[in-house]
């Protein structure tokens, strides 16, 4: 661990109120700005919450494979502990998506699972990809090692991220809207208002929670350096082995 | 790159007089083969279904080849002598995906032939040009990739397991591209068509950029 020390805690507590602001804020225009779907009535409002939840999760998993380009470049671990929690709370946005989107598929389409939908199948594939990431670490025991290996798994699934969209799309025929074309998927203005602001709140959600995560596992190493300094190596239970970097 | 074909003529030399790993492909990807004639309970088969059932064994056999690539580096002080000689690491990244190509193309020599025989009724010989190609490409997607992720999978305590849990999802948009390709190949209505080409131009952009991805992070599994 390198000497400069570093806090994530800074401006937590001001992040944190103003992502519960934006939430509130785009759940009040969900709710009561946004017009009914004529086609498909109230339960189009999942959309708001799924679509943004499957857009930061992506743009997650990128920014972990970005991280750990920092770690291969630097060989500071900090890089990797950025990688390793940006991935893991993909992960976890990652799976509601795909929850919330099954839930949508069910009450417009009628199926649990639609796989002519190239963004779902692309989707769901991206996940089972990254839900490889913990067991990988966790079975790797050097943590220099794990590191490495860690981050080079996060770069290569990283770009395979936007690849594997392509492929799977020139795969099938549209049946989603297609909200993120260059036209702007012909939303009606009210509800994009409301779906950008929904995505702004769910990509600070985040920001927060990443920063939360960050500052925790930094304290935690930073409470164990300082026992070992002041107490000595005994006074340690040895750490246990683990899929998170330390 | 001599490194490199002096690399790829060891292993070579090393399969021939063993025999450990391509003879285990061809037996795994004949009795697949078996077991789809009886799972999907048919004589024959054609157009879509048939590239499915030839992509997935396929795939099945070059997981075993995926998961042995490394096995003897590791466990006979491979990686050590290669690490101490003063040569360029990325020969070792092109090697091992150059043998497991060859693997791959001699597993197919025989697998596609048996497929032909067992699973397909008309003749091979119309859409085997076609199919040649498509398998080429596809190929070189499971050399590099499988490369990769044995690399990665061989300095884990559960080797068997990751290798294949992180190179399946890497590869399953080569699979479709590959699937998607050989589909019409094998449909026979028309004779000898060519592959289609946005499947075929997917699958070269995949070999491209994984073979540069490898290149770029290759170096940091083999560092001690």
Redesign the interface.
């Known amino acids: 661990m390198p000497s400069r020390s570093t806090t994530y805690g800074t401006g937590l507590r001001g992040l944190s109120i103003a992502t519960l602001v934006v939430i509130a804020a785009a759940l009040t225009m969900v709710f009561y700005y946004a017009p009914l779907d004529a086609d498909q009535g109230f339960i189009q409002k999942i959309f708001y919450i799924h679509v943004p939840l499957a857009i930061v999760s992506l743009l997650g998993f990128v920014f972990g494979g970005l991280m750990a380009v920092g770690y291969l470049l630097t060989g500071d671990r900090r890089w990797d502990m950025r990688s390793y929690v940006a991935i893991h709370l993909s992960l976890i946005f990652g799976i509601g998506a795909l929850v919330t989107g099954s839930i949508w598929a069910k009450a417009s389409w009628g199926h649990w699972w639609v796989w002519s939908e190239p963004t779902l199948v692309s989707f769901l594939i991206v996940v089972l990809l990254f839900c490889t990431y913990q067991p990988l670490r966790f079975s790797i025991e050097d943590p220099e090692r794990q590191s490495r290996y860690a981050s080079v798994f996060a770069i290569v699934a990283g770009a395979f991220v936007p690849l594997n969209f392509i492929a799977v799309r020139l795969a099938q025929q549209y049946v989603h809207p297609r909200v993120l074309t260059l036209t702007g998927g012909n939303l009606p203005g009210s509800m994009m208002l409301t779906f950008l602001v929904s995505l702004i709140g769910i990509a600070m959600l985040f920001a927060t929670l990443w920063k939360y995560e960050m500052a925790s596992k930094n304290a935690r190493s930073q409470v164990r350096r300082l026992r070992r300094t002041l107490l000595g190596d005994d006074a340690l239970a040895p750490a246990g082995r683990s899929a998170a970097p330390s | 790159m001599r490194t490199a074909l002096v690399l790829l003529r060891k292993d070579l030399r090393l399969e021939l007089r063993t025999l450990e790993t391509v003879p285990a492909m061809v037996l795994l990807a004949l009795v697949t083969f078996i077991v789809f004639h009886f799972g999907l309970d048919r004589d024959t088969i054609a157009g879509q279904e048939a590239a499915g059932v030839l992509v997935a064994t396929l795939l099945f056999a070059a997981m075993l080849g995926v998961n042995r690539l490394f096995v003897a580096e590791r466990e006979q002080g491979g990686f050590d002598a290669f690490l101490l000689a003063p040569v360029d690491r990325s020969a070792m990244l092109l090697a091992k995906a150059a043998g497991l190509f060859i693997f791959l193309a001699a597993l197919e020599v025989v697998a596609v032939p048996a497929f032909g025989l067992f699973l397909l009724g008309p003749s091979l010989a119309p859409p085997l040009p076609g199919l040649i190609a498509v398998l080429a490409l596809a190929d070189l997607a499971i050399a590099v990739i499988g490369t990769?992720v044995s690399a990665?999978a061989i300095?884990?305590?559960?080797?068997d397991?990751?290798g294949p849990?992180?190179g399946l999802?890497?590869l399953?948009?080569?699979l479709?591209?590959t699937a998607?390709a050989a589909g019409p190949l094998l449909r026979f209505t028309h004779a000898a068509g060519a592959p289609p080409g946005?499947w075929l131009a997917?699958l070269a952009l995949?070999d491209l950029?994984?073979a540069l991805?490898?290149y770029?992070?290759f170096d940091?599994?083999l560092?001690?």
């Open positions: 990769l990665i300095h884990t305590r559960a080797r397991l990751i849990v992180i999802p890497l399953l948009p080569a479709i591209a998607r946005k997917v995949y950029v994984f991805l490898a770029a992070v940091f599994l560092e001690d």
